[in-house]
C-alpha cells in the first residue's frame, strides 16, 4: 500500500498533506481538511451527497481517489459563503425555498447548482432536473429543491 | 477507509501503462473515471494489488477522425461527448446513448473506455459498439490489435482482454448517408440502468430499408444483434413494415434474464413494444 505527497486548493486555500492510496476525495476532505459539510452518505456513487466541485465539474467525492485531486481545485459547500458569512446565491435560493429538511442531501445539492449555474450560465428546466438527478433526497420531495433551482435560473414553471 | 489496501500508480505513457499490468500479472487494475471501479473497490468486491491510474496519460483523451471514422481516446470523459462537434458531427449516436448514461455527475468521470470494457449487459455504450459495428483499438505488450466490437463481449462483465491488454480508442466507422439511429430504453428512473432498451440504424434509400443495425442492451449475457430481424427489414419499403412483427422477431432473439428489476418476459415484450413505437415514429416523422 503506496502513500503519495498531494498539493492541491481547497476553497481557495493551499493544502498539501500525505495520503494513503486507498483513501477517497470525500474521506480526504472529510477527515484531512475539516470539510465536514462533505457528507458521505453511500459511499458508493448512487446518492450524490458527497458531490464537490473539481477543477469547475461537479463529481462525486467518494469515486475519486484523494490521489487523484493532486494538483486541483477542489471547492466545497464550506468554499461558497462570503469570508462575512454572506450565502451564495445558491445558498440564499435554496434557504428562501425551503429546499432543506434534515440537510443531509443539501451540500451535495448545492454544489451540483453551483457548477450548473456558474458564470452566469441558464440551464433549461430539463438540464435542471437531469442534474438533479443525480441526487436523493429522502426528506423534501425535491419541489423545494426544483424551485430554488429554477429561481437561479430565471426558468418560470 | 473502505477499500482493501493497494499501491497507486498513475504513468504518463501507454507503454509505462502497459508495463505495470504485465509486471501486476492480474493482480493490477486499470482505474480509467472510477464511476464502477470505486464502488467495487469500497464494497470489496475488487481487491487488487495495484491500482493503475490512466488518467494522466494525455494522449488516451479526445475524440479525432481517422480513415473514415471518428476515433474517441479511451479516457476521453462521456461528458465531452455530449459537447464534442466531432461527435456531433459524424457519430451523434454515442451523444444519444451517452445521455441514458448515468448522471450528469458521474458523466463527468466516466469514460468512454471504461464504459466499453467493463461489459456491463446493461450499460449503453457497449451496445452501442455492437450497432455501430465500431473497433477496438488495444495495447498490450504483445502490441496493438483491434477488436470488432461484435467479438469483444464473452458474458457479463467478460470481454476477450488480456489481464495486462489496455484498450486504447474506439473507432466508430462513419454511417451511410440517409441513415437514421435510435436509442431508446425503458428505466426506473433516469440515470437508472436500462431493463431493456436498443440501438437501432436504419439506411433508407429510395423509400426502403437498406440496410438495418439492431442491437439491445440488458437483453442477454451480453449487449446482443438480432440478425434475423435486420435482414428480415432489408429491402421493405417504409409505411408498409410490420413493425410488430419485426419487433417480435427482433426481441425473440435476444436471452433476457429473469432478476430482481424485471422477468425475462417483461423485457421483451417491453423491449418489442418500445422497438415498434420508436422505429415507427422514427421512419414516419423521417
Ligand atoms: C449512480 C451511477 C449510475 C450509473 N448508471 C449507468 C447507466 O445507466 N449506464 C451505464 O452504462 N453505466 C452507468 N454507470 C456506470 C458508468 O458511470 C461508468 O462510467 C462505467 O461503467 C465505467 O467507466 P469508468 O470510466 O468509470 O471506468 P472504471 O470504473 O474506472 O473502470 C471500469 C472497469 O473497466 C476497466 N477499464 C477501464 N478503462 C479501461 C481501459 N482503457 N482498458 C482496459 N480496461 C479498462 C477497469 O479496470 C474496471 O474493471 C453508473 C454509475 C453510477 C455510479
Ligand atoms: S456518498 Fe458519494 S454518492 Fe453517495
Ligand atoms: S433534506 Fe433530508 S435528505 Fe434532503
Redesign the pocket.
Known sequence: MSDHKIRLTVDGGPVSKTVEARQTL?EFLRDGCGRTGV?????????????VIVDGKAV????MLAVQADGTEVTTAQGLAAPDGTLSPVQQAMMDEHALQCGFCTP?VVMTMTALTAGGARPTEAEIKAAMSGHLCRCTGYQGIMRAARKLAGVNA | MKAAPFDYVAPDSIEAAVDHLARGGGESVVLAGGQTLMPLLALRMATPSVVVDINRIAELSGVSRLDGATRVGATTRQATILTDPTIAAHAPTLAQAVRNVGHHQTRNRGTVGGSVSLGEPAAELPATALALEAMIETRSPRGTRRIAAGDFYTGPYSTVLEPDELVVALHYPDLPANTLTLVHEVARRPGDFALTGFIGAFTVDGGAISRARISWLAMGPTPMRSPKAEAALVGQRVGQIDLDEIGRLAASETDPMDDGHASADYRRTAGARIFRRAVGQALETR
Do not use: D, Y
Not at chain 1, 458521505?40 to 446518492?47: A, I, K, M, R
Not at chain 1, 462525486?60 to 469515486?63: M, Q
Open positions: 470525500g457528507h458521505l452518505g453511500c459511499e458508493h456513487g448512487v446518492c450524490g451527497a458527497c458531490t462525486r467525492s467518494c469515486l451535495g
